[in-house]
């Protein structure tokens, strides 16, 4: 077990999330192929590429679901390359899913409780468990649907409730993927103000999006894959200006 | 969410059950004693059954397996120890193997586990079988057995503890963890929820009470071989009386087992020779009716009374 003084190793505005020379391989096919990826604190970071450049993938690996070939990934300092994705987020890295991934048959509250019961190292009391999940549903405007289902839910606030369910594991990073993916104009604001509103409150974000303008909007740094490999990273503004991005991703 | 007064009534409901059952074998006959033993055996194997299955949707079949276990355990200690510790033995020897089987297997997801549970029941009986046979070199054991109304305490004791078992870990934590891993538990693992464990635990936990109702039932039979003792019958009855009675509250189970249990009694008496058809007649118009078991029944004759939202114990 890891102890608490260990944390101290890294600071501040520093590098969160450290992944070098990545790699995995699905039979003959490179899902992810040498991938680097540094993380910093606080900041929001935006993956985009083509459908199978490899972004789940590469999700899949930060967060332990599948195991990488190759390559080392540390997080806060430690190595957490081969740790299971329960023993991932009690240290602090929470995911959604790209299709999501709630619990039908269990009320929204019953989400969030979990969250917080499962995805801590260490957790409070019962009275303040309710409060902090009751202050992460009033965050997440999901209050006045406590008790409902989650099968009973649009499609917008089961995607509100994926997010809530891993903000109330405490996060300090938090991997969104696709939030924005099925959302109607209206909701997609909502959505992205919610994130800008995350980022505020000092949560690393990792954001896997197709709509541009939510990247370019809330992201202060863009990588780009493609067939696995890292095919540019910058500001939104060097990535739209970037010749090979516009060819491979963007279009004229 | 439950009302308080609905608690108060499951709760006094219970009480009075236990009281009657306390009172059994002071004003009844010895063959009441003896049904009602067979019955809650059932209430136990199938109460256990739900604790694991029924919120993860993992069908095992191998509660004969650790029902067995717990006979075989008793067959060989119950000469020289007193009946509680030895029913303590048998539910532990069936929570290890329980556990060490979970933790290899329960990887394996649907028909593949169930398969699996299916053959546990085989390989283990099988083993016993040749251990016995080229090892001890015996084919059956003689027990020796204490008397029906201790047997009888033993299994409402039994019966007791894991009902209380099951409404504690419905209550906790650990119980929402239990109910995450039966919806997706990619997103379970996900968040936070040791996956592996929480299912082995409480395989091991549930295979607990079949082994302590098999080590108590072991001495009402008196003689007992690999083929009675895991017996496959002790898997199925526990998923059909599941099936029969719902398993979205705790009263589900017993009613179905109960019921269950009560209507083949019966049928074998009366009807010897049709009992199986009659039996296989009622389970496919109970399938075709009553979708949600008794459960369903009983709930939606609370809802027309009370209108409320479902309750959960």
Redesign the interface.
Known sequence: METQDKEGIYCENMKILEASRLNKRFGGLTAVSSVDLDVKEGEILGLIGPNGAGKTTLFNLLSGALKADSGVIRFKGHDITGLKPHQIARRGIARTFQSVKIFSRMSVIDHVRLGYLFGRLESGGKDEAEREVCEILEFMALASMRDALGRDLILANQKRLEVARALAAKPDLLLLDELMAGLTPTEMAAAMELVKQMGQRGITIVMIEHVMKAIMNICGRIIVLDHGLKLAEGTPEEITENKTVIEVYLGE | ?KTAGNKYGSFIALITLLALLVGVPGYMSSYTVILITNILMYVVLTLSWAIFSAPTGYISLASAAFFGTGVYASALLSSSLPLPVVIVIGGSASFTLAFLVGSLTLRLKGMYFTMFTFGLVELVRNSLHWWEVNITGTVGRIILSADNTAIFYSMVGIFVSVLLVSYLIKRS?FG??L??IG??E??????????TRVKAVTFAVSAFFMGAAGATMSMRWTYIDPTTAFNIQFSFMPVLMAIFGGTGHLYAPIAGATVFSLLEEMLTTKFPYYYMLIFGLIMLAVIRFMPHGLEGVIEKWRHRIKRESIVRI
């Open positions: 969410m934590k929402l963890a109910e995450s919806e997706s990619e997103a379970a693992d996900h968040s936070g929820v040791n996956v």
